[in-house]
């Protein structure tokens, strides 16, 4: 029997997770995500790939992964029946019947994370946010980050993977915008490495404490670097905001995900 392949845009918090990809023993989001697939289908075998693996902590507003199932459902129905075998810190958003070639990591033609950034203590922040208790320069940080802005090697800002073919990413934008005491970063670009999106906004910050020139920072570019990672931001405050297909519109409004004044 042929499979019909459905895509799912899920958002989830992953405090309590160790991370998105399978593992043996431990709780992982895509290990939710496939339990619920075969209570609600039916089917023993189902699973699920995803457009990305997020590390433990990380959080996501707009994760995307393909399931083929051997039952055809309508696609609000499927929701909501996998919402009801899911616990309340992962949410399927949307389910959307696809063509076979579809898939969820190789069709992508790129991604967003955003990350906070707070700058007080607050009740919320230790989850959603890194409180950085030194004053930023947000000015000399934006600058920083368009030295990162393009096609470059990203060695220095990546942790050591034996399946990375390339370190080359091509970093199409990062914005930095304050709202009230939360700063909030957002990193788009065509695929990222391991670590790299919270190596770069560690890097942005030690950028903005003065502990770090823009010097040094063109030379992590220009001399890539295997060397452990210098600065990498905690996992906290990272969210996978979205993953683009062919024809999906870019940018759009930053919404912080906290309300700090």
């Given at each position: 029997?042929?499979?019909?392949?459905y895509?799912?845009?899920?958002?989830?918090?992953?405090?309590?997770?160790?991370?998105?990809?399978?593992?043996?023993?431990?709780?992982?989001?895509?290990?939710?995500i496939?339990?619920?697939?075969?209570?609600?289908?039916?089917?023993?075998?189902?699973?699920?790939?995803?457009?990305?693996?997020?590390?433990?902590?990380?959080?996501?507003?707009?994760?995307?992964?393909?399931?083929?199932?051997?039952?055809?459902?309508?696609?609000?129905e499927?929701?909501?029946?996998?919402?009801?075998?899911?616990?309340?810190?992962?949410?399927?958003?949307?389910?959307e019947?696809?063509?076979?070639?579809?898939d969820?990591?190789?069709?992508?033609?790129?991604?967003?994370?955003?990350?906070?950034?707070?700058?007080?203590?607050?009740?919320?922040?230790?989850?959603?946010?890194?409180?950085?208790?030194?004053?930023l320069?947000?000015?000399?940080?934006?600058?920083?980050?368009?030295l990162?802005?393009?096609?470059?090697?990203?060695?220095?800002?990546?942790?050591?993977?034996?399946?990375?073919?390339?370190?080359?990413?091509?970093?199409?934008?990062?914005?930095?915008?304050?709202?009230?005491?939360?700063?909030?970063?957002?990193?788009?670009?065509?695929?990222?490495?391991?670590?790299?999106?919270?190596?770069?906004?560690?890097?942005?910050?030690?950028?903005?404490?003065?502990?770090?020139?823009?010097?040094?920072?063109?030379?992590?570019?220009?001399?890539?670097?295997p060397?452990?990672?210098?600065?990498?931001?905690p996992?906290?405050?990272?969210?996978?905001?979205?993953?683009?297909?062919?024809?999906?519109?870019?940018?759009?409004?930053?919404?912080?995900?906290?309300?700090?004044?």
């Open positions: 029997m042929r499979r019909k392949r895509k799912l845009t899920i958002e989830y918090d992953g405090s309590r997770y160790r991370g998105w990809q399978l593992q043996p023993n431990a709780r992982t989001i895509q290990g939710e496939i339990a619920a697939l075969r209570r609600a289908s039916g089917d023993a075998t189902a699973t699920c790939t995803g457009a990305g693996r997020t590390d433990a902590g990380v959080h996501a507003l707009g994760q995307v992964a393909h399931t083929d199932l051997t039952t055809d459902f309508h696609p609000g499927l929701c909501t029946a996998l919402n009801q075998y899911l616990a309340p810190d992962i949410h399927v958003l949307r389910v019947p696809v063509p076979h070639w579809f969820a990591r190789r069709s992508a033609v790129a991604r967003s994370y955003l990350y906070q950034i707070a700058l007080r203590r607050g009740a919320f922040v230790k989850d959603y946010a890194w409180w950085v208790q030194s004053p320069d947000i000015a000399r940080m934006q600058h920083a980050a368009e990162l802005e393009g096609m470059h090697d990203f060695r220095s800002f990546a942790r050591a993977d034996r399946g990375t073919r390339s370190y080359r990413v091509l970093l199409e934008e990062i914005r930095i915008e304050q709202h009230g005491q939360l700063v909030v970063v957002r990193l788009t670009a065509s695929h990222f490495l391991w670590h790299m999106a919270r190596a770069i906004v560690g890097t942005l910050v030690r950028v903005g404490t003065g502990t770090v020139s823009d010097d040094v920072l063109l030379d992590y570019l220009e001399h890539p670097s060397e452990p990672l210098r600065y990498l931001a996992a906290a405050g990272l969210f996978l905001e979205r993953v683009y297909y062919a024809g999906d519109p870019r940018g759009g409004p930053i919404t912080p995900l906290l309300l700090l004044r």
